[in-house]
């Protein structure tokens, strides 16, 4: 059984920092890429950012580059997603969510790649 649990959503002003990170586990070694999505009420669920399972590669989505970064700790299986100078527009539930090495072809940015996912957390950005 695979488990992501997400932790460090909160409430912020705008121009202010969090640290969201994503635990996994259980058959993490089928793992190629995990990934940070976001969903806003009466949005979809849109795509944030993801890294590739050894960390050798990292994509944004172009409403966060510069100001979002991900990483990897693979010691401790986990994946994190340090957002800063936020915006309220970035106000949503962000989920994490993994991709397994048999779908590693398939377009990174597309919720429908993504095999597993974690229950979410809360960011709130106020102006």
């Known amino acids: 059984q695979v488990q992501l649990v997400e932790s460090g959503g909160g409430s912020v002003q705008a121009g202010g920092s969090l640290r969201l990170s994503c635990a996994a586990s259980g058959r993490t070694v089928s793992f190629h890429t995990m990934g940070w999505f976001r969903q806003a009420p009466g949005n979809e669920r849109n795509f944030v950012a993801a890294i590739t399972w050894s960390g050798s590669s990292a994509y944004y989505a172009d409403s966060v580059k510069g100001r979002f970064t991900i990483s990897k700790d693979n010691a401790k299986n986990t994946m994190s997603l340090q957002l800063n100078s936020l915006k309220p527009e970035d106000t949503a539930v962000y989920f994490c969510?993994?991709?397994?090495?048999?779908?590693?072809?398939?377009?990174?940015?597309?919720?429908?790649?993504?095999?597993?996912w974690g229950q979410g957390t809360q960011v709130a950005v106020s102006s």
């Open positions: 969510a993994a991709l397994s090495f048999s779908r590693r072809y398939l377009n990174k940015s597309v919720t429908g790649s993504y095999d597993y």
